[in-house]
């Protein structure tokens, strides 16, 4: 017969490790098994057992953390306020090593003792070496941001900057979280101003600069310990790429603040100094768009009111901004010779607008001033059209003066046929666009500077469209409904007049050498989408034409998928800057086959390292 072995009683097994502690009272293993033995016993005991084995190895890290590690668990889900509390921080606070500091620490965290616990974090910080500093400093501040105490926790974090100063791009985000601005934008400022700053975000000082820049303006009321407009205009001439963006925050600022004129002032400076489409397009929309409020909340007040304070309010309404194509047609400045120079001594004829233009008070015998051609200048058919623009007798010798390029002569004739399209000659306009558009006696080719400009018209492809939009407004049935009733010999493109939305959306997708169909609309999609998105640049919105690029990426041929997207990160590094062609990089890597998407992940990369975002 086999018989089970007879189980031991608790106090035999007690005997046996009572007796291997009196022969090896200095060995923990004997300590812990012992201790091990004791788990499912009472609680007291297994403490006592602890203390005894602590008076005998004080110093034993594995004991300290075994018998506080027993303390912890056995308050857990009791009431903060249990004496076993107080009884367990005792523990705690007789042991206190390296790393019971970091257990005692989130065991006092846990409590809810916000005093106690801010102490006891300090009393580690001092105890311990400084090496080992970092251990304490993420629970420490992940316990001050905890609560709501602001204060505290920003005087905690000076502390910690001492010791840590490129986490300071931590202290700014929680400055921003507690609405501390004031102090965020000091502490941003001292990290855009320090060279030897490299950002733990991996941030590029521009970025750091353009947060600032964000709080100055969207915070002026806030932010009272830096002067908001001198930083924004210091970094005008510290980003030059980027004057659009940092013109709008500078006047964003003055809005915020209520000083709406003094926004008004720096819009008109802006508008007059920015250099390239791109920035004026930003100052342009953004102006546009300030107005656009103005306007809409005095005309709220006017409703508001009754009819005697009508008339004052309409009288306070501000001037909304000119078209932004009169503010692009002045964007080269900063020129050493200007025609504009000789507006000043040539005497103005002013319009009557009671008489029609053939009754002005215009002197017949007035030569034409003398306009000297120089390609560096604004063009000088513009000072022609700004003498007299409605008076045909300067418009007509104008006609016949020799310029430089075809276009300002067509800019002459668009404007007289433009002109009696104001006073309603229908007739009159038709009759002077075709005549302009008639062919010479002596044909020439566009591009032959050898051959007056007035040789070279009939293939202006700026005439053309203009009369071909009033032959479909006031032609004949069998004129208006032709394919391409006014298109110039030896001219392959189709009008810029005539290029609506649904075109682009209604064509076919066939074969890229496909010409114009027999209804008139061209088979060529990409060409009609570059053609529509130029249009767009010049006479539109520069975000109307990146959404015209953007359909154009998929409407498309896949052969001509690739050319289309090197133009759209083209346009849109040069409209917007070489960070808005992230997005489209991306999307042509994914959209693109392999061969293509490799040139692309090549070139992305070398954008990134050039603006010094090697990761």
């Keep these: 017969l086999f018989l089970a072995p007879r189980p031991r009683h ?25 201790a091990q033995a004791r788990q499912k016993g009472p609680r007291h005991r297994l403490n006592l057992l602890f203390e005894r084995a602590l008076r005998e190895l004080p110093g034993s890290y594995k ?9 912890r668990q056995q308050v857990k889900g009791r009431c903060p306020t249990d004496p076993a509390y107080e009884e367990a921080n005792g523990c705690h606070e007789r042991a206190l090593m390296p790393r019971i500091w970091l257990d005692y620490c989130q065991f006092l965290v846990d409590q809810g003792r916000i005093t106690r616990t801010r102490r006891t974090f300090d009393r580690a910080l001092r105890a311990l070496p400084i090496t080992q500093h970092h251990r304490i400093w993420p629970l420490y501040l992940q316990f001050v941001r905890r609560y709501p105490l602001p204060e505290t926790a920003v005087r905690v974090y000076r502390r910690y900057l001492k010791l840590s100063p490129e986490s300071a791009e931590e202290y ?37 600069w353009q947060e600032l820049c964000e709080l100055l303006s969207q915070h002026p009321e806030r932010v009272r310990s830096l002067d908001a407009g001198a930083i924004i205009r210091g970094g005008l001439t510290r980003f030059t790429d980027q ?50 409020s103005v306007i809409a909340a005095k005309m709220e007040t006017v409703a508001e009111l009754g009819k005697e304070e009508d008339g004052e309010f309409r009288g306070a309404l501000p ?48 030569p034409i001033p003398h306009v000297p051609a120089c390609p560096p200048c604004r063009p000088p058919q513009t000072l022609i059209v700004s003498l007299c623009p409605q008076a045909r007798t300067i418009l007509t010798k104008a006609t016949r003066v020799r310029f ?17 399209l104001r006073h309603e000659n229908y007739d009159e306009a038709l009759r002077i666009l075709r005549k302009a558009t008639a062919l010479p006696a002596k044909r020439a080719e566009y591009f032959d500077s050898t051959e007056p400009v007035q040789n070279r018209l009939y293939k202006s492809l700026k005439v053309w469209s ?43 997708t066939l074969h890229p050498n496909v010409g114009a169909g027999a209804d008139g609309c061209y088979r060529v999609p990409a060409a009609i989408y570059l053609l529509y998105a130029k249009l767009e640049e010049e006479f539109g919105l520069a975000r109307h034409a990146m959404g015209v690029y953007e359909r154009a990426t998929r409407a498309v041929l896949p052969a001509q998928q690739h ?7 083209k346009r849109a590094a040069e409209l917007y800057g070489v960070t808005h062609t992230r997005p489209i990089y991306q999307k042509a890597i994914e959209v693109l086959g392999d061969d293509a998407a490799r040139e692309l992940c090549l070139r992305f990369a070398d954008m990134e390292c050039k603006l010094g975002e090697v990761d």
């Design 563 to 569: 050319d289309m997207f090197n133009i759209y990160i």
């Design 63 to 71: 004991l300290w953390y075994q018998y506080l590690r027993q303390r």
């Design 404 to 420: 430089r390029q075809v276009e300002d002569l067509a800019a002459v004739w668009c404007e007289f046929g433009e002109m009696e």
């Design 172 to 208: 700014v985000e929680y400055l921003r979280s507690v609405g501390r601005l004031d102090e965020a934008a000091v502490r941003l400022a001292r990290l855009v101003n320090d060279e030897r700053f490299v950002s733990k975000e991996g941030k590029s000082n521009y970025q750091l």
């Design 466 to 508: 203009m009369l071909a939009d009033l032959e479909e407004s006031l032609g004949t049935f069998q004129v208006g409904d032709a394919p391409h009733p006014v298109l110039p010999p030896g001219t392959h493109k189709p009008p810029m007049g005539s290029l609506p939305a649904p075109c682009s959306s209604g064509c076919p």
């Design 10 to 34: 608790p106090e035999e097994e007690d005997v046996q490790h009572e007796e291997e502690i009196l022969r090896n009272p200095f060995s923990v293993r004997c300590w812990l098994r012992y």
């Design 319 to 366: 001037q909304f901004p000119p078209k932004k194509n009169e503010f692009v047609g002045a964007l080269p400045r900063f020129r050493p010779k200007k025609v504009e120079s000789g507006a000043l001594t040539v005497p103005s004829v002013p319009p009557n607008p009671d008489c029609p233009p053939q009754t002005l008070n215009v002197p017949q015998t007035s």
């Design 243 to 292: 004057l659009g963006r940092l013109w709008g925050a500078l006047a964003d600022c003055y809005i915020r603040s209520g000083h709406f004129e003094k926004a008004r002032d720096v819009y008109e400076e802006a508008v007059q100094t920015v250099m390239t489409v791109r920035d004026f397009t930003q100052v342009f929309d953004s102006y546009a768009q300030f107005e656009e």
